[in-house]
């Protein structure tokens, strides 16, 4: 699932506000227009996150993010617009009456219940309030609209819910006398993220690198006559870390296994998931890590200087080994161990994205599709999952079970499997996220069409593997483009990722008559795994 975590709520908004503060105005605009736009501007226009600077005797607070009602005039878009308002109580504290507190060019704090939104708004007005800040009964924000009755309304205060913990510390910071200032502003998302885009080439590049490795860092020779990289024996090939590994196949029948597995698991996390779950997590994925970047940085370095590579040591219970993994473990261990002590500050992103990375370059080397046939079942398989846990799983456990778990919504810890970057120039913050399925599903089909192609000593243009890579590419951008039109709601990924590559080799295959080859692909007796 591709996400957009904000340091907010879930509600959140794209675009810039329209003067509405009569009740009358939307029912008009609703009434005159299909309900597929109205739909828009409920969700496009008419909510908007609104960040509530405050602060107490001066020292500023914790910034808290609200929601604006439906109704109300537009809040300021950048900060220099907006005024720094003394914050006061209301009496009766729910404002379900006519206030007996001074309220006069001030923000009124007040309760939620008792009465509908629109008369509190209406009695903060008539007290002379400049603006009008609800405290929610919850944490979620929600939605406040106009009553069947409130066609003649006409509020030209803001009217802004808070969530019920910042909001009800504000209320007893006043009760106990503090000075409390308000200032409310909407400020505009920015058009391009460059933060998505540089998670973007991170995803292609992480699939173009894993596709290519073999290639790149192999110590083989080349045989002219297959153009083929053929192994060449040695004393020490033995000692190879990354080519003597054993190569997984996937099955048809393994994609079924997976959608079982992967559901279950994920129900457990839902259900299960606590704060011990959540370690078991981070001590697997470091785990994983530590073998991944040993792996890359042993090969890498191998590549560099063949030398540091036929240097061996004798180990008990493991016998002759490479001297140089043997010192790039303590160097994969500690990095992976001060990643998890330090996960929680505001560059981990950092040690988290490297360490998947080589992660998931390691799993696209083990694991391999032999054919279409078998990459088919497996994409359709997790294209299916992931479009059920992440749109259809909320009309049966309310809420959706892919996001709340990679959020971490249940422990407060999110999952470590995806990469993520800080939103850098976006004023609401946040990260951009991509999960490591999106990566390696379509990785594995990217990798195998790079493998056939040089087995059939195919050319750059007549291949599959770079229409693949921009079939890839595109899909993402599309993920981010629904991404950014659903208003920040994350999205199932696969959904446009598997079209997008599945589709491009299927349709490119029938064009040019190689379907059938593509299909069955490896399925020869002589052919072993590692020669696809």
């Not at 598997?498 to 295959?509: H, S």
Request: with cysteine; glycine share 8%; aromatic share 12%.
């Amino acid at each position: 699932v591709n996400l957009a975590a904000d340091n907010s709520s879930s509600i959140t908004a794209t675009s810039k506000s329209i003067p509405i503060s009569s009740c009358n105005t939307i029912l008009i605009s609703g009434a005159a227009t299909p309900k597929i736009m109205s739909r828009l501007l409920h969700f496009f226009f008419l909510f908007l996150q609104v960040k509530v600077k405050n602060w107490v005797n001066g020292t500023q607070g914790t910034t808290v993010v609200g929601l604006s009602a439906r109704f109300g005039s537009p809040l300021p878009r950048t900060i220099n617009e907006a005024h720094r308002t003394f914050a006061a109580l209301t009496s009766p504290p729910d404002l379900c009456s006519n206030s007996t507190s001074k309220l006069t060019n001030s923000i009124a704090l007040v309760a939620r219940g008792g009465c509908p939104f629109t008369a509190k708004a209406e009695f903060a007005q008539a007290a002379g309030a400049a603006g009008l800040v609800i405290i929610n009964d919850d944490e979620e924000l929600y939605k406040m609209v106009c009553g069947d009755n409130d066609t003649s309304l006409n509020v030209t205060i803001p009217v802004v819910m808070v969530p019920h913990s910042a909001g009800k510390n504000l209320k007893d910071l006043l009760d106990h006398g503090a000075r409390v200032e308000m200032q409310l502003y909407s400020p505009n998302r920015p058009v391009v993220d460059l933060s998505a885009c540089f998670l973007w080439l991170m995803a292609v590049g992480t699939i173009v690198c894993a596709s290519l490795w073999s290639e790149f860092v192999a110590c083989e020779q080349i045989d002219e006559h297959y153009n083929q990289l053929t192994r060449q024996p040695g004393p020490n090939s033995g000692t190879n870390n990354t080519q003597d590994k054993e190569i997984l196949e996937i099955t048809a029948k393994g994609a079924g296994v997976f959608v079982i597995v992967a559901s279950v698991f994920l129900l457990l996390l839902f259900y299960f998931m606590s704060s011990w779950v959540a370690w078991l997590l981070i001590v697997l994925f470091c785990i994983g890590g530590i073998e991944g970047m040993h792996v890359c940085l042993v090969t890498i370095i191998s590549r560099i200087n063949k030398d540091w590579g036929n240097n061996t040591v004798q180990l008990p219970f493991y016998g002759e080994v490479l001297a140089l993994s043997v010192g790039i473990v303590p160097f994969c261990t500690v990095f992976a161990i001060l990643w998890a002590v330090y996960r929680h500050s505001s560059f981990a992103w950092i040690g988290q994205d490297i360490l998947g990375i080589c992660l998931m370059i390691t799993v696209l080397q083990m694991a391999r599709l032999p054919n279409i046939r078998v990459a088919s079942a497996l994409l359709s398989a997790a294209f299916v999952y992931d479009i059920f846990w992440v749109f259809i799983s909320p009309l049966i456990f309310h809420e959706s079970v892919m996001i709340a778990v990679a959020s971490g919504d249940s422990s407060g810890e999110a999952i470590p499997m995806l990469l993520r970057i800080p939103r850098f120039f976006d004023p609401w913050g946040g990260y951009d996220m991509i999960g490591f399925g999106d990566i390696i599903f379509p990785g594995l089909l990217v990798a195998f069409s790079y493998r056939f192609d040089r087995a059939g000593k195919k050319g750059i243009l007549n291949g599959y593997f770079l229409w693949l890579t921009v079939g890839y590419a595109v899909g993402l951008f599309l993920t981010y483009l629904a991404l950014f039109l659903m208003d920040g709601h994350g999205q199932p990924a696969l959904l446009y990722l598997v079209p997008c590559t599945l589709g491009v080799i299927v349709v490119l295959g029938w064009i040019r008559g190689e379907l059938p080859h593509l299909w069955n692909y490896g399925r020869r007796p002589e052919n072993s795994v590692g020669e696809v």
